[in-house]
T-cell receptor
Framework: GENVEQHPSTLSVQEGDSAVIKCTYS??????FPWYKQELGKRPQLIID?????GEKKDQRIAVTLNKTAKHFSLHITETQPEDSAVYFC???????????FGGGTRVLVKP | GAVVSQHPSWVICKSGTSVKIECRSL??????MFWYRQFPKQSLMLMAT?????????EQGVEKDKFLINHASLTLSTLTVTSAHPEDSSFYIC???????????FGPGTRLTVL
């Protein structure tokens, strides 16, 4: 089955700096890659996603890049703010709306 | 989007008892729902895919006789943790996919604590 690895497990950045989280996946049939932000005790919240027919997608301070050949995708957060502090998960699926395989998560701390 | 609810939001039970968790799709009919489990400070792990009107599909390593899933209607799936033990204490989250939307819609989760 699919295996998704995520790095780093923890990330501490100064407010205003950029944060980058990287994920790799194993199943070349995966074609949908969402990123989630999860706060303690809450449900995962979709922040951005990308399909395999697109190499990059941006939404304000958040961007995702996908390299299908290398089977890796990354989340970029620019101009980080304290409210960006949370746990972030990448995931992969063979079809949008289908079951997800999650990465191990990255705990991001933005220091004021 | 889609609105998904779960009940209860939290539950505490004694070891050896059974607990039922409900997942409801409030604004559309879901033929498929997914159940995930999340231990503290860990990732979400898919437990099973719940299919309306048929048997659930369990992921490898998940005991189907311990985690009973019933998807009796297009708006309700239930997960019953039978003979619960402290190691079953976790955050259980359901999700649904909806035609026309890429994203999955998650319920708010149920925190189970087994004493």
């Amino acid at each position: 089955g699919e295996n998704v690895e995520q790095h780093p497990s923890t990330l501490s950045v100064q407010e205003g700096d950029s944060a980058v989280i990287k994920c790799t996946y194993s199943d070349s049939a995966s074609n949908y890659f969402p990123w989630y932000k999860q706060e303690l005790g809450k449900r995962p919240q979709l922040i951005i996603d990308i399909r395999s027919n697109v190499g990059e997608k941006k939404d304000q301070r958040i961007a995702v890049t996908l390299n299908k050949t290398a089977k890796h995708f990354s989340l970029h957060i620019t101009e980080t703010q304290p409210e960006d502090s949370a746990v972030y998960f990448c995931a992969a699926s063979k079809a949008a709306g289908n079951k997800l395989t999650f990465g191990g998560g990255t705990r991001v701390l933005v220091k004021p | 989007g889609a609105v998904v609810s779960q009940h209860p939001s939290w539950v505490i039970c004694k070891s050896g008892t059974s607990v039922k968790i409900e997942c409801r799709s409030l604004d559309f009919q879901a033929t498929t729902m997914f159940w995930y489990r999340q231990f503290p400070k860990q990732s979400l792990m898919l437990m099973a895919t719940s299919n309306e009107g048929s048997k659930a599909t369990y992921e490898q390593g998940v005991e189907k006789d311990k985690f009973l899933i019933n998807h009796a209607s297009l708006t309700l799936s239930t997960l019953t943790v039978t003979s619960a033990h402290p190691e079953d204490s976790s955050f259980y989250i359901c999700s649904v996919g909806r035609g026309g939307f890429d994203e999955q819609f998650f319920g708010p989760g149920t925190r189970l604590t087994v004493l």
